[in-house]
C-alpha cells in the first residue's frame, strides 16, 4: 500500500512539473528559431559615420531604432523583458535584416548603442522585448503600405 501511494504522488509531482513548463511567460525564454514575440538586437560601434535610411550620420549616442515598417519619427518605448529596463527612441533607420547574415531569430528592430546599453542587452545581443509607440508624426509614411503593430 505504501509503495503505491509513493508512485501515486511521484506521478502526480511530475505531471505538475510538465504543466509548469508551459505556464512559463513567453519572455523567459531567449529569442530562438520559434520565438513568437518581439526581440532586439543592437549595431555597434563599425557603422559610425554612415549614414541612416534618413539621413543622418549615425553615432553612438544617438537613441535610435531600425524598423523595417514603422515611420519616420514615430517615438517608442522599448522595454527589455529579462531586466524591466526602458529607453525611449526615434524610428530612423530600416532593417534589421538578420537573414542577410543567416541568422534566423525573429529579430524586429535595431538599436544603436546607447540605448542598448541603457537596456543592458549588450551582453546578451538579442533580447526579447515589449514596444509602446508614444508619438507618431502627423505626415507619417508608413513603408509597407500599413500601420505595423510590431
Known amino acids: 500500500m505504501r509503495k503505491s501511494a509513493i508512485v501515486l504522488f511521484s506521478f502526480f509531482f511530475f505531471a505538475w512539473l510538465l504543466d509548469l513548463r508551459d505556464s512559463v511567460p513567453a519572455y523567459a525564454h531567449s529569442c530562438q528559431v520559434g520565438y513568437r514575440g518581439v526581440c532586439a538586437s543592437y549595431y555597434d560601434g563599425n557603422f559610425i559615420g554612415r549614414t541612416m535610411a534618413n539621413g543622418e550620420r549615425y553615432h553612438t549616442d544617438t537613441y535610435a531604432v531600425a524598423h523595417r515598417c514603422r515611420p519616420f519619427g514615430q517615438m517608442v518605448q522599448i522595454t527589455n523583458l529579462r531586466n524591466g529596463k526602458s529607453v525611449v527612441v526615434e524610428v ?21 548603442l546607447q540605448p542598448a546599453k541603457d537596456l543592458g542587452m549588450t551582453k546578451d545581443g538579442v533580447v526579447p522585448i515589449d514596444v509602446v509607440t508614444l508619438y507618431t508624426p502627423r505626415n507619417a509614411k508608413y513603408p509597407c503600405g500599413k500601420k505595423n503593430k510590431t
Open 92 to 112: 530612423k533607420d530600416r532593417g534589421p535584416y538578420p537573414e542577410m547574415l543567416g541568422n534566423k531569430k525573429p529579430i524586429a528592430y535595431d538599436l544603436t
